[in-house]
């Protein structure tokens, strides 16, 4: 994760407290994947951007947690690097973006020891 998403989500959970919600950074926890925060009921992705961009991406996690999460919520922390905002969105509202995103395939490519193992110094 790099400094602009570490930022985005602390700025998400300062936010969630003053809403009255108890979040907690899950962005690392191997068993909460597809989203970065959890808060009360509140499964959240945050997208972080340093600066306005005319797209952001969701992995295939994200998607997932979409589709199987009723309450799964996207945050758009923009314009990080000078004055942050902050953009919510709920269920449906990801759902009418998805229409008309682009999609892209990532492949998950799994090793073996013997691929390790194969590995050519340098």
Wanted: glycine share 4%; net charge positive; charged share 35%.
């Amino acid at each position: 994760m790099n400094e602009v998403e570490n930022k985005a989500i602390k700025i998400v959970l300062e936010y969630e407290r003053k809403q009255g919600r108890n979040p907690r950074d899950v962005s690392k926890d191997k068993t909460e994947v597809g989203y970065d925060v959890l808060s009360g009921e509140r499964k959240i992705e945050v997208k972080g951007l340093g600066r306005r961009n005319p797209f952001f991406k969701l992995n295939s996690y994200n998607f997932e947690s979409f589709r199987k999460q009723p309450n799964f919520y996207l945050y758009l922390v923009f314009d990080i690097k000078t004055s942050p905002k902050l953009i919510i969105w709920d269920r449906l509202e990801i759902a009418e973006m998805i229409k008309k995103a682009k999609v892209y395939f990532d492949f998950e490519i799994p090793l073996r020891k013997e691929n390790w193992e194969s590995g050519k110094p340098v």
